[in-house]
């Protein structure tokens, strides 16, 4: 049997701020917490269907790019509706270097790290 992915892991400043927004990007609620340390996100439906996100308190800088980053798909509208949605939640628009007629927009989240709103639309679950 292989392996599948059950949790990302995201250190940051201030889990409160970045959990509210991967909540709104992703239709995500909070399941768990430690005061101050971490908050883990994921499905209303819970554990088992999609990874959830951990997001670990860390006070030290970022520094440069991440090597990981997460891209999401419009479920419910098209690109430009979903990105419009993103900015309005607090997603900034970055460039990183991508060709200007790329299929997909990079952004950066709060506290900077970067994502992939990509064009095709994906059914929900």
């Given at each position: 049997?292989?392996?599948?992915?059950?949790?990302?892991?995201?250190?940051?400043?201030?889990?409160?701020?970045?959990?509210?927004?991967w909540c709104e990007v992703l239709d995500f609620?909070?399941?768990?917490?430690?005061?101050?340390?971490?908050?883990?996100?994921?499905?209303?439906?819970?554990?088992?269907?999609?990874?959830?996100?951990?997001?670990?308190?860390?006070?030290?800088?970022?520094?440069?790019?991440?090597?990981?980053?997460?891209?999401?798909?419009?479920?419910?509208?098209?690109?430009?509706?979903?990105?419009?949605?993103?900015?309005?939640?607090?997603?900034?628009?970055?460039?990183?270097?991508?060709?200007?007629n790329a299929s997909w927009h990079v952004l950066?989240?709060?506290?900077?790290?970067?994502?992939?709103?990509?064009?095709?639309?994906?059914?929900?679950?």
């Open positions: 049997m292989a392996c599948r992915i059950g949790e990302l892991v995201l250190k940051c400043r201030d889990p409160e701020v970045l959990a509210r927004f609620v909070e399941l768990d917490r430690e005061a101050k340390i971490y908050i883990e996100i994921g499905p209303r439906e819970g554990f088992g269907g999609q990874p959830t996100i951990f997001l670990i308190r860390n006070d030290e800088p970022k520094n440069g790019h991440a090597r990981l980053h997460i891209d999401v798909n419009p479920t419910d509208r098209d690109q430009d509706a979903e990105l419009e949605r993103l900015l309005a939640a607090g997603a900034k628009l970055v460039d990183i270097g991508q060709p200007a950066a989240d709060p506290e900077g790290n970067e994502f992939c709103l990509l064009k095709h639309r994906l059914d929900p679950l």
